[in-house]
Every structure is written in structure tokens, then in C-alpha cells.
């Protein structure tokens, strides 16, 4: 990796859901190992940003650069990319007819060729990281929602990517089960993974965050280190927006 | 007090407030009236079998039967397969984003879906020999090919709605799910959507198929010796109507109900972690 150029990089991105303008004139760059907190009310646009970040959504104009390669870039195959780019979803978007195990050895073993052997040893490991071993046989409609939600991280994890997105991933969860997800995504950060993460919770976004990126209609109002935004948000809107917090 | 909710009768029942409100009265009415239903038939089957049925022409008639429900179980599984095959592939047209195969998968099931399978029997028992000079279409046998043409077509366009359907049912997020983990469109769809699609449409597939297997009773008018045909031989000859019937009846369900057992059993195997484990 060259450390020349951050990781993730947006350039005056702009996409319209038909007249409605949802982001507008991004500009954002990653560096490699940093945790990048997304937060704003809801309907600001995080969650297109970070859809957009993988393709699941089209830009209509700028550029969103992984690793120096222009994700646009028609000689690209998208496909390799995202391979490069792990998603958790809010809602888990396991594989229900698939086992935790297989959920997470598969696109090892469909996408990137591995042999399966290699790819459950791995599959294996990781549950593990995730703190579910014994859980390797289940289906997902056997599992808790932290459950459910700590696999498809593993299932993210299991293809190496060099950065991770998380949209909301706590959103969905009864209250008790949220710790247990964040507490994974932490050790994550511990170890160097690049994250971007949408999210509500303040207190991890505080804690675990290197920068926060505050969004709302579909503008980029505030970056700041976050230690520094929750002390003294640099504008207004970012006061405004933590004080509605208290 | 738990014993006022258990299956025991109790007097404090009759304390409710109308006879009809309470639960426990109701199911016992219900179960007096399918009862009596059941066995009103079995009567009436019984005074049928030893008043009208024949046991010699029973016996008789037997091999004629077989040889009959044997051919149909050949068209029936060949056909039953192919409309499989061929409804996966109009559900995926159907659900293409691509507006010609789109709208070829549409006017395929409109067509077959919007005509009667008799018109569409005659059409290709009849109307293809047609195309060639009279006499010279080179198959001599064609009711049975025809059949099983006729049965594909009909059945494909059901069986492709019922793809459709079950595709629709499965939640956007798998694809994106699958796409973000960097497979192609294709293969979300073969190793993620299909498989939960092929469950959402278990139910309505094995119900059409078993729709398939009755829909053979029409292929006498095109000549193929099926059951319905020889009840009609035998009916016409001996003018004795139950005697017939009874195997007809008997045919029929003897496929039948293997396959709503098999649909039962994959039915029960796509229960991904459900009540078997």
C-alpha cells in the first residue's frame, strides 16, 4: 500500500435520487489504519456516502478513489474492487439457507477460488475473533441479532479487504446486544483496520473514532478530530448537533 | 387454575356466557360435523363398492389401468421436469432488467397462461403436422411428444411465476449482500437469491405440478391411451360407470400423493434452521 495517498478518497462527489440533490460536493479522504465516524440526522446522507463508497449506489459526478484507483475507472472491474471494500449492513443480510460457517467461507471460496479447506480453517479463526466458536454450525434464524450481526463482520473480514464499512450496523439490535457488536468493531480498530463507520452511537463514535465527519443534507458540515469535536465542535452546526445529544 | 386452560373438561365452563363462546364446545361441534361427514362418504363408498362395482370387470379392466397410468408417469415426470427447468428460466426472464427478454418472458406466460392447455394441445397435436405436406410430417407417433410439448409449455409459464414471485420475496439485501462481497450479479443470484427463491416457491410449484399430473386427463382428445381414455373405452363397451371410476380414482391419487409428500419433504429440507435441527 502506498502512503503517499489515503486509502479512501472522495472528490466533489454529488448524487441525486431523481431532483432530490442527496450528496453534495463530498470531500473526504481515509488514511490507511484511521477510524472515520460518520454522524448527522437521519436522511443527511451517510448511509448513500457510504452505499456510494462500494457501488451498491452510482455517483453522478466526482470521483471516489480506493487506494489511488478511481472506483469509476470503466477499465476496473467492480467486482475486484469491492473485494477489496467489506460491508456490514444494519440489518446483517446473512445467508439464511448457509451455515454462520458457511456464510463466511463462501465468497472466499466462490470469489476469490480458495480451496475450502483453507477457507473454513480461516472461516474458523475468525468466529473466533468474533467471540462464536461452537457457533460455526448454526443458521442465522439460530442466532441472536449480535450474533447474527458479529458473523457478518467475520463474513466481511474472511476476504481481506482493506477497508470496512459499516452502515448503522447497531441500529437494528435490542439495546443489550449493541455492546457486544461495538466491542468487536473495537478490537478492529485496535488492530489497524481502516473503518468507516455510520453510526448513532455517540459514545463508541467518541471513543473508538480518530475523526468525526458530520453530515447533514447531504453536506458535509464539520471533520474534526474527535476527541476535539466532542470537546469544542468547530462550527455552529456541530454545537447544535451535540447539544440536541445532552 | 391452570386447569380451567388445560384440555380437561371442567364445570366452570358452562359458567361463560353463551354456549357457542366457549372454545372447548366449539371444537367438539366441529369435530361431530367432520365426523359425520366422514362417515356419511365412507358409507355411501361402501354401499357404492359392493352395490355398483363389478369385481370381475375390477379385475379385468386392471392391466388396461396400468398400462395407462404407467405411460402417464412417463409424460408426467418428463414433463414436470422440463416445466421446472423452463419456469426458473421465464421467472428470470420476467425479472430481467433487459426490456426485450422482459417483455418475451411476459408474452410467453400471457399466451400460455391466457389460452386453454386443450387449445394449446390441439394447436400442437394438429396444427404443427399441418405445416408440412400432408403426409410427410416424419413423426408417426406425435401425440406423446405432443403431449409433453403441450404440458412444458403450459406448466413453464406457471412454474414461471411462481419463480418470479419467489424471487421478488427475497430481500434486496442479499443481493447487496452478495454483490458487496464481490460476486457478479450471476452468481448472487445462483448461490444466494435461488436458493431462498426455490423455498418461497416450493409451495406453489408442487401445487402446480400436481395440477400437471390431473391436466393429463385431457390428453385423450389428442389420442394419447392415458387413464381418462381407458374409462371411456371401458365405459362406451360395458356401459358400467363405477367399476372404472374406482381405478381412475385410485390411479390418480397413487401419483399424486407420493408427490405431495415430496413436496412436503422439500418443503421441510429448505427449513434452514427451523424446527428440524
Known sequence: ?246 | MSDAYGDHETHEETAGSGIVDNDNVLRRVGEVLSSSFALLVLAMLAWIVTTQVNPELLQTIFPRFVEAYLLVIQIVVVSSILSVFLGVFVGLGRISNSPITNRIASGYVEFFRGTPLLFQLFLIYLGIPRLWATGTFPLTNWEVPAAIIGLTLNHGAYVGEAVRGGIGAVPDGQMEAARSLGMSRVMGMRKVVLPQAWRNALAAIGNDQIILVKDTSLLTVIAVPEIMSVFRNVNSTTLDAWTPLLWVALFYLAITVPMSKLVQYLESRADWGGERH
Open chain 1, 1 to 246: 500500500m502506498n502512503p503517499e495517498h489515503p486509502i479512501v478518497e472522495y472528490e466533489g462527489v454529488n448524487k441525486w435520487f431523481g431532483d432530490n440533490h442527496v450528496l453534495k460536493d463530498i470531500d473526504v479522504e481515509v488514511d490507511e489504519g484511521e477510524v472515520v465516524v460518520v454522524i448527522g440526522p437521519s436522511g443527511s446522507g451517510k448511509s448513500t456516502l457510504l452505499r456510494c463508497t462500494n457501488r451498491l449506489e452510482e455517483i453522478q459526478s466526482g470521483d471516489i478513489r480506493l487506494d489511488g484507483i478511481s472506483l469509476y475507472d470503466s477499465d476496473q472491474d467492480v467486482n475486484r474492487l469491492r473485494q477489496r471494500i467489506g460491508m456490514v449492513f444494519q440489518s446483517f443480510n446473512l445467508f439464511p439457507h448457509k451455515t454462520a460457517l458457511e456464510n463466511i467461507a463462501m465468497a472466499p471460496i466462490e470469489v476469490k477460488g480458495i480451496p475450502t479447506e483453507e477457507a473454513e480453517a480461516t472461516a474458523r479463526d475468525l468466529i473466533e475473533e468474533v467471540g462464536l466458536a461452537g457457533k460455526e454450525e448454526s443458521y442465522p434464524d439460530q442466532l441472536s441479532g449480535g450474533q447474527q450481526q458479529r458473523v457478518a463482520i467475520a463474513r466481511a473480514l474472511a476476504m481481506d479487504p482493506q477497508v470496512m464499512l459499516f452502515d448503522e450496523v447497531t441500529s437494528a439490535l435490542d439495546p443489550e446486544l449493541v455492546g457486544e457488536v461495538l466491542g468487536v468493531m473495537r478490537t478492529l480498530a485496535e488492530e489497524g483496520m481502516t473503518m468507516i463507520v455510520v453510526t448513532h452511537e455517540m459514545g463508541f463514535a467518541k471513543e473508538v473514532g480518530d475523526r468525526i465527519v458530520l453530515m447533514a443534507e447531504g453536506e458535509i458540515v464539520e471533520q474534526t478530530e474527535a476527541a476535539q469535536f466532542f470537546e469544542r465542535p468547530k462550527t455552529e452546526r456541530g454545537r447544535a448537533f451535540l447539544s440536541r445529544l445532552l
